[in-house]
């Protein structure tokens, strides 16, 4: 018996290969595909278990947005794992640079968008949010293992936590595999451990290379002599020289907190530091020549974990400020201090990056910045065949540099 065409058709086309060698499926429909009667079956009202004619209208709205929220989370964790994966690479080469750059940029932008989902929930008033409040209790937003898990990644440290309920965050989680999750996340490498590794890593740094720290604290110091010191000398007006000369000290305070190691550890230790005082290093070198061309993607990367970083703090911001237009100061469904407990977060304790933020109080004018070396040129050059190779011998030592000195694709190396 002879088949019709479209059964060869449809025959032809189960068995297709994609190009990666897979075979597509036989036939999946939108709705099978998306698992639509799984994910759209999955609003509960509490309100109206006993009685459907009893469900409270925004309990809905409560549900659909959290969901939604939680969905994101897990689109987060997932790209988050991806750059995770490929900064553990033992070389991060200039494909990889620009596919995290992607990335953390996706993250930024799902972080904008469930920043402004806020306004979604503030159509609820705070009368019709306490139709049903009551129901949710003891649940809690701060039983959401997936931001807890998010920010364990990110690299929120332990320390850096505010006590829920005098409690460590973990405890809430009644949940086994949550907290084998919660505990995983936390003992695995961070972004902010792993970035922190290679920033140490930054062409540049060592004493036999260009030397960055020390030829910086000399255009510092010629620096803060020209435009803080000689004026406050000079100036005749008492007044004016007495507020002249604590700008002065103020400035060398300010620098020494940076290029004193004992200083900088201190703080570090304190908790007022992310980065290792060479990944600061690094990270100060990356934003000063960020103009060289292999310094273009790293500096993209930084720039895109400060937006990460801001729009965290902005989200938290939105929550805090809902949290205390819909029930003011009334204790949290899970117990918390509700409004109270949420603004503690908002602070510079939870800002994961935050020395990336702060490294514009270390910048210094661009006719101060010091001149790159031959042989450090040619390590951010695009094309070493540019740079002249006369007097390598004379200003950089060796004169036979290693391939990590001198290919710039490959110098984003990770020590793990």
Not at 377 to 405: A, C, F, Y
Request: hydrophobic residues 35%.
């Amino acid at each position: 018996m002879e088949t019709s065409p479209s059964a060869e058709i449809e025959e032809a086309a189960t068995k297709q290969k994609s190009s990666n060698g897979r075979k597509y499926p036989q036939s999946v429909k939108y709705s099978q595909y998306l698992q639509l009667d799984t994910l759209l079956s999955a609003q509960k009202m509490v309100s109206s278990e006993d009685d459907s004619s009893k469900a409270i209208h925004d309990e809905h709205l409560f549900i659909i947005t959290h969901q939604a929220y939680e969905l994101w989370f897990k689109q987060i964790i997932f790209e988050l794992d991806s750059i995770r994966r490929m900064f553990t690479s033992a070389v991060v080469d200039e494909r990889q640079t620009l596919l995290i750059i992607h990335r953390l940029r996706r993250i930024a932008v799902i972080m904008k968008l469930i920043v402004e989902q806020f306004e979604i929930m503030e159509t609820m008033t705070p009368l019709d949010f306490l139709e049903f409040r009551g129901f949710l209790e003891p649940a809690s937003g701060f039983q959401s293992y997936q931001f807890r898990i998010f920010e364990n990644k990110f690299g929120l440290k332990p320390e850096c936590r505010i006590q829920y309920n005098q409690q460590h965050y973990r405890s809430v989680f009644d949940n086994i595999k949550q907290r084998e999750l919660i505990d995983k996340s936390s003992e695995e490498p961070s972004l902010l451990d792993l970035v922190t590794r290679w920033l140490e890593r930054t062409p540049g740094l060592e004493s036999s290379d260009f030397n960055f720290w020390k030829k910086y604290e000399i255009s510092v110091n010629r620096w803060i002599e020209a435009e803080f010191t000689v004026p406050a000398k000079e100036e005749k007006d008492p007044v004016l020289r007495q507020i002249k000369t604590a700008s002065l000290e103020k400035q060398r305070e300010t620098f020494q907190s940076v290029l004193e190691f004992d200083k900088y550890t201190e703080l570090k230790e304190r908790g007022d530091r992310r980065l290792t005082h060479k990944a600061f290093q690094g990270a100060l070198l990356i934003s000063l020549y960020r103009d060289e061309p292999r310094f273009h993607q790293p500096f993209q990367i930084l720039t895109r974990l400060m937006d990460i970083d801001s729009l965290l703090t902005k989200w938290r911001y939105n929550h805090v400020v809902m949290t205390q237009r819909m029930i003011g100061s009334k204790l949290g469904t899970g117990g918390s201090s509700g409004y109270q407990y949420l603004r503690a977060t908002v602070s510079d304790r939870y800002r994961v990056f935050l020395d990336l933020f702060n490294l514009s109080t270390y910048l210094i004018p661009r006719d101060y910045i010091p001149p790159l070396n031959n042989r450090m040129k040619r390590t951010l050059s695009i094309l070493h065949n540019d740079v002249p190779n006369e007097d390598q011998q004379s200003d950089d030592g060796d004169d036979s540099p290693t391939r990590q000195q001198t290919n710039g694709a490959n110098f984003y190396i990770v020590q793990t």
